[in-house]
């Protein structure tokens, strides 16, 4: 009975690892999704400022309309995502608490520079996951049996 727990054990673990490559593999999907949003938002914010020049509170209520924001949230208090890097957060940070404090035109260069930088970090991680794409969970499979074949 107890040899059969060593196999079925020994048979979990390379399904955990191919689980836990699989998680790893979402996380970098929820990255981009993340990165997406951002940029989908700069460019919302952008086209607001250039052709209306709405205060703040009246875009944030624009926005929270149209399901960009949550109604908990303002522009220039807004978090960084969870799943953001450091250079991520830092320039997410600077793009939004210094929203609307200067004049439409160089708000909207500010928010083309921003724009253009979360773009570049789009790419950059849309060309990280293609790279890995499937093999966070073979390497989980493989190091899970290779596991399995040390406790047998």
Do not use: N
Not at 55 to 74: F, N, S
Not at 119 to 146: D, P, T
């Amino acid at each position: 009975m107890i040899q059969l727990f060593h196999w079925v054990g020994a048979a979990l673990l390379p399904l955990c690892g191919w689980l836990t490559g699989a998680a790893l593999q979402a996380g970098k999907e929820q990255h981009i999704l993340q990165l997406r949003h951002t940029v989908e938002l700069l460019r919302r914010i952008r086209q607001e400022v250039a052709y209306r020049r709405p205060d703040m509170e009246l875009l944030c209520r624009c926005l929270i309309q149209e399901g960009l924001l949550t109604p908990a949230e303002k522009l220039q208090a807004l978090a960084p995502p969870a799943s953001f890097r450091a250079e991520e957060r830092l320039c997410f940070e600077q793009c939004f608490s210094g929203l609307g404090q200067c004049e439409a035109a160089q708000e909207c260069e500010r928010l083309d520079y921003y724009t253009a930088r979360f773009e570049a970090f789009l790419q950059q991680a849309q060309q990280e996951a293609a790279a890995c794409a499937g093999l966070s969970c073979r390497l989980g499979f493989a190091a899970g049996a290779v596991l399995a074949l040390i406790f047998l």
